[in-house]
């Protein structure tokens, strides 16, 4: 007997801060799976802005108190923002929708304080939509000893089916997400116990340091296809000693963008810096895919999602780094019938049906949790 399928919108806005990631899904929360719709809504110039003001304002926790007005503000704008899409996408699909699965707009991470702060009311939102709401996906996972990140893995796992079957990719397969921040999903057989067969983790900076570097020395928000690192220098001996500096050798802590400096290539021109950054930053993805591949030396392909699968100057610097390593390839997740710019909003669809069905979203080998964590709060308010 099938289990029952549900339709869900999922809501994404990631460390970018740039706008909304919005998909609509069909799925029973195991491995049936269809992406009905996916669209982008962008913020406007001055809620972009005043995001990136207010994380780079919030250290630790009594920041959170301290600005709480603003906080408070803020959230009402972006779950305002964020419920308008819904409405209208509603409008526009005329079936019913079953869930809301909405991530909100992460503006504080440390796990080591037990707390990660998303700005998104979802009382506010089901009242706003007259539809069930899934909020707040990572505490329960900090609660249960985890990092709170990444969540995608387990989604993951149900495309690794997909692209193994239609494209006849052998297991172990790999997910690279290069969004703010990069991570790495490593399915390693296709049937196996989920709680074995799942290794996810945090590998480094993705955009969140180009877009910073880019943000604070030109008038773009980005360098779009990597076109202004691709005309700098590398300034080896700072390269060197960034490197040298930050070190990640267990990959079990989640990363945040404060995690990450751009300071080591003050004085130098736009597109130098940029240059360096955006190497430092191929470095360190390049490790964590060493660390993926392990002793493998079989064939591996690691399928690239987000926003950073587009600067075609980062990819090359990454596979410079990785041509040691004849079994690795990095593909596109595009070229395998995906869009790789919707990969998480259409996760988080998946993820609030599991979290309604009490399904685990995070595992021991994807978070840090000690058990496998049902998370996310769902709330009716209509």
Not at 36 to 60: A, C, G, K, M, P
Not at 205 to 212: F, K, L
Not at 315 to 326: G, M, P, S, V, W
């Amino acid at each position: 007997m099938k289990n029952k399928l549900y339709t869900a919108i999922g809501l994404m806005s990631g460390t970018s801060m740039d706008g909304v990631d919005v998909s609509l899904i069909r799925s029973d929360g195991f491995n049936e799976f269809t992406n009905i719709l996916d669209e982008y809504f962008e913020y406007n110039e001055s809620l972009h802005r005043e995001l990136i003001e207010l994380r780079n304002s919030i250290i630790n926790i009594n920041d959170l108190k301290q600005h709480s007005s603003r906080l408070n503000k803020l959230e009402r704008e972006i779950t305002v923002f964020h419920s308008k899409i819904v409405s209208d996408l509603c409008i526009k699909y005329q079936d019913e929708i079953d869930f809301v699965g909405f991530h909100g707009q992460t503006i504080f991470h440390n796990p080591e304080q037990n707390i990660s702060k998303q700005l998104g009311d979802g009382k506010l939102m089901s009242q706003l939509v007259k539809k069930k709401v899934i909020y707040d996906f990572r505490q329960e996972d900090i609660v249960n000893k985890g990092q709170g990140a990444p969540l995608t893995p387990i989604f993951h796992n149900l495309l690794s089916r997909r692209v193994n079957e239609k494209h006849q990719i052998n297991f172990p397969i790999c997910f690279l997400n290069i969004g703010g921040i990069s991570n790495i999903t490593k399915i390693i057989k296709k049937d196996e116990k989920l709680e074995e067969n799942l290794e996810a983790f945090d590998s480094g900076p993705g955009n969140c340091m180009i877009d910073e570097w880019v943000r604070k020395n030109s008038k773009n928000n980005f360098d779009e296809s990597g076109s202004i690192a691709k005309s700098g220098k590398i300034n080896q001996l700072i390269l060197n000693q960034a490197i040298d500096n930050f070190k990640i050798d267990s990959f079990d802590k989640s990363l945040d963008v404060k995690d990450f400096d751009i300071s080591f290539a003050r004085g130098l021109s736009l597109e130098d810096g940029c240059a360096t950054i955006t190497n430092f930053t191929a470095y360190l993805i390049a490790k964590g895919i060493e660390h993926a591949n392990g002793s493998n030396v079989e064939p591996i392909k690691f399928l690239v999602c987000g926003g950073g699968r587009k600067n075609t100057f980062l990819i090359q610097t990454i596979k410079d780094y990785l041509l040691h390593k004849k079994n690795i390839s990095l593909n596109s997740i595009d070229n395998y019938d995906l869009n790789g710019d919707y990969i998480e909003s259409q996760a988080f669809g998946y993820l609030s049906i599991r979290s309604f069905l009490k399904l685990p979203i995070s595992y021991p080998k994807t978070t840090g949790c000690e058990l496998p964590t049902v998370g996310g709060k769902l709330v009716k308010n209509f």
